[in-house]
DNA sequence: TTTCGTTC
């Protein structure tokens, strides 16, 4: 950010703005033409196209941006900023014309050169810093002086903000969001009471505070203190999936966070503490719970919006005796046949205005999807084919999951278009969505796939963007690991008798007598015993201790490869990166056992990973453009050097199914070693070996629902190794931390409220949200 | 201790 920091090797563009591409107000994004003067890349043309964090630039004065150039699939080169500031000029000449431009209105070069005269090649520092400066220039009106200063706090202010949170490692986006917030008053108020950006700024936290509060000397019995010390504990817990706290676990933990020496504050202080912010609605207190305001709406949000669905239930019954006409079709059609549960499920979600599908790997749910959707089209007489639509608007199906990748298998699955729920709802980049109840979402049927993954927070987005008269279907697997963010929306909804549900059980992908499946069983009902654990046709454990596991991983896998077996169809599992037999650590070995160094095979080394023609390799981000997202597994397949190619850059190119992505240098830390991923990360995939290391030193992550995760992924073959104790443990352990959540009480509530009184108009209390 | 999502 700042010259100092600047270093040789840094990227830069001086150039003017020429106009403005894009520009999301809501974070201060902008898409930006810019007119190069001088640049230190490789970049050759006149002018580039740019993309940031910019308060608003103006067209014709000059800028540097530090940054790095990408080449974006569609648009081609760009420069991704990732800070800049106002060139200004750092010779007296230069600066007399920066002055004198019709940047500064009544400055003439006169002036200008009177100002520089005085004030030195340091000019714009002191006229920022201490306006009063131009009281003594010569011939200079007050008025201009004013304008001057106005000018150049406008251009600099983001800047100065930016600069001044940089020693905080705060980015530019969040530094965006303060300035937007506070503007000139910014610096002042992060250096007397950084404690406010935790109640006004989301995702500043009071750790930061604290530290800013430190480094200006605020001592910590600061009057913000105790109020940001709260927030903080409930966005704590909310990161661990909690939409609220119990008060008194609430006090508790407020009173451990604030402990300086032996100096506790008293229960009381805290108390009192909680009702003010409760008064200024920077918590919410309900029933002994304490809620983030976001957290709090959210959830009501959820339950209102379901009610409103529900109370506009769908009109057209077709009779059974069609219906059974209709899948009888479909099943010629596609040459299959339902089993009773699946029959059920397409039966009732027709019949349903929201219906919750839900079931294991194997047991069918996509299969229904598909039935669903021709069975709809076929009663309302529709065609699936999104280009018989002239206005895309009219398409009936809207498909929709919460991961990139999730989106693209239900785009496989089905050949029915599909997008993540945030591309569906026009996310803002930040807290917000375009779609909601004024601009809701077009379409008569929703379907939402892989819905465990979705917080309550997203959740109430896509349901305020539901019309009244569609259709929704939400489908997922209540066993799996729980949402990323707050909320276990999907059991809690399940909780909830109300909505109509099928549970699909009968497994129909492998055959009756695979252990896998019996033990996923028997873990989902809590009878796993020691000898369940004996090898199988399918499945086998080794006992080994932690040192052992990746000697024990390495002879498996030899023997698998020497048998035939590709390395492709065998995935490692394991909960976590670091320790002895951590994901890292297994990765690197099974690298030199799977894919060893020759002298023919060519490699690349990133910091201390090494990327070898043959490696299995993970996608972390989402590239939609290039149709590959976080998540998908494919194989290096070329490595050319600068000298081999025509952008004179190192290139690796990974082979995903059928299409290639080729990758630069400062593109590889969106690649990972995949011979061994974590479990979260497999999540919603599939593979016909699974090689899983269970040992004692995972225990932090050894729960239930991570182990059944795991398992369940595996097709054909299971092999465990590790310690038995530690497995059986592992299952026996659900979600160590039960998520607080108030979303089925929220639901049966309103469900009472509004039956016993018929005509009370209802609460809406997301009219508070923004 | 793990983990998600955009904009031309």
């Known amino acids: 950010m700042l010259d100092e920091q600047v270093s040789e090797q840094q990227f830069y563009v001086k150039g003017e703005p020429l106009f403005t591409i894009f520009h999301n107000e809501a974070e201060q994004f902008s898409i930006v033409k810019i007119r190069i003067h001088e640049t230190n890349t490789s970049f050759e043309e006149s002018e580039i196209v740019i993309k940031g964090y910019f308060a608003n630039l103006h067209e014709g004065t000059p800028y540097l941006f530090y940054g790095e150039l990408e080449s974006h699939i569609k648009y081609g080169t760009q420069f991704a900023v990732h800070s800049y500031k106002t060139f200004i000029p750092d010779t007296k000449e230069g600066l007399i014309s920066y002055l004198s431009s019709d940047l500064f209105y009544g400055v003439g070069k006169r002036t200008a050169t009177r100002i520089v005269n005085k004030l030195g090649e340091r000019a714009i520092e002191k006229i920022v810093h201490s306006p009063h400066v131009l009281n003594d220039i010569k011939g200079l009106k007050s008025e201009t002086a004013k304008n001057i200063v106005e000018r150049l706090k406008e251009n600099q202010g983001f800047e100065q903000v930016a600069i001044y949170l940089a020693k905080y490692q705060v980015g530019m986006k969040l530094a965006q969001k303060i300035y937007q917030n506070y503007k000139d008053e910014a610096i002042e108020i992060i250096a007397t009471n950084p404690y406010q950006l935790v109640f006004d700024i989301e995702g500043f936290g009071f750790k930061t505070a604290d530290m800013i509060a430190q480094k200006n000397g605020l001592t910590y019995d600061h009057p913000s203190r105790i109020g940001a010390g709260c927030i903080y504990v409930l966005q704590q817990s909310a990161k661990n999936g909690h939409v609220y706290l119990p008060v008194d676990l609430c006090v508790n933990q407020v009173q451990k966070l604030l402990l300086t020496g032996n100096d506790k504050l008293s229960e009381e202080e805290i108390i009192h503490c909680f009702n003010e912010l409760n008064t200024e609605k920077h ?9 983030l305001p976001v957290l709090y709406y959210a959830e009501d949000g959820v339950a209102s919006h379901l009610k409103r669905l529900l109370d506009h239930p769908i009109e057209d019954e077709t009779p059974k005796a069609e219906l059974l006409k209709i899948i009888g079709e479909i099943e010629e059609e596609e040459v299959l046949s339902y089993g009773k549960e699946q029959f059920e499920a397409i039966d009732k979600a027709l019949h349903s205005k929201v219906m919750i599908l839900t079931g294991g790997p194997g047991t069918g749910k996509t299969t229904v999807i598909k039935g669903i959707i021709k069975a709809y089209a076929m009663i309302h007489d529709l065609s699936i084919d999104i280009t018989a639509y002239d206005d895309k608007a009219d398409y009936p199906f809207v498909l929709t999951a919460p991961t990139g990748r999730a989106a693209k298998r239900l785009t496989e699955s089905t050949g029915l278009p599909a997008a993540t729920i945030h591309r569906l709802l026009g996310w803002d980049g930040d807290d917000s969505f375009e779609r909601d109840e004024s601009k809701p979402l077009t379409g008569k049927f929703l379907i939402v796939d892989e819905f465990s993954m979705v917080d309550i927070w997203l959740a109430n987005w896509l349901f305020k ?8 279907l939400l489908v997922g697997d209540e066993d799996q690991l729980p949402s990323v963010g707050p909320g276990q929306v999907l059991s809690d909804l399940l909780e909830h008798k109300a909505i109509p549900f099928v549970a699909l059980t009968e497994v129909y992908r492998q055959k009756e007598g695979s252990k ?8 989902k009902r809590d009878q796993l015993q020691v000898e369940d654990l004996n090898k199988d046709r399918d499945f086998s454990f080794i006992p080994c201790n932690e040192s052992q596991v990746i000697q024990v991983i390495s002879s498996i896998i030899e023997k698998a490869l020497q048998k035939g ?8 599992l394991a909960p976590m990166y670091r320790t002895e037999a951590g994901i890292m650590m297994i990765n690197r070995h099974i690298q030199q056992v799977v894919n060893p160094k020759t002298n023919r095979k060519r ?12 490696d299995k390799v993970i996608q972390l981000v989402n590239q939609p453009e290039e149709g590959v997202f976080n998540g998908d597994i494919g194989e290096v397949v070329a490595i050319f050097k600068e000298n081999e190619n025509v952008d004179k850059k190192e290139q690796l190119v990974v082979s995903f199914d059928e299409r290639e992505v080729v990758y630069e240098r400062k593109d590889y830390m969106n690649l990972m070693h995949a011979f061994c991923i974590s479990i979260h990360k497999s999540q919603g995939s599939e593979f016909p070996i699974v090689i899983m290391p269970i040992v004692k030193g995972y225990r932090r992550m050894l729960r239930k629902n991570l182990i059944y995760t795991a398992l369940t992924r595996a097709k054909r073959s299971l092999i465990i190794c590790g310690e038995k104790q530690a497995f059986l443990q592992g299952v026996k352990t659900v979600d160590t931390n039960k998520r607080f959540t108030s979303l089925t009480e929220k639901m049966n509530k309103l469900q009472n409220v509004v039956e016993d009184e018929n005509d009370e108009e209802e609460l809406s209390p997301y009219d508070f949200m923004d």
């Not at 896998?516 to 873990?523: K, M, S, Y």
């Not at 077996?565 to 490692?572: G, R």
């Open 465 to 472: 963007a539901i019309p009244n008269q569609m259709q929704v």
């Open 603 to 614: 490699e690349v080394k990133m910091n201390d990973m090494t990327y070898r023609v043959g």
């Open 283 to 291: 918590i919410i207190i309900q029933e002994e719970r304490v809620y």
């Open 516 to 523: 896998i499946i019996q033990l996923a069983h028997l873990i």
């Open 565 to 572: 077996i590709d390395m492709k169809d065998i995935q490692i």
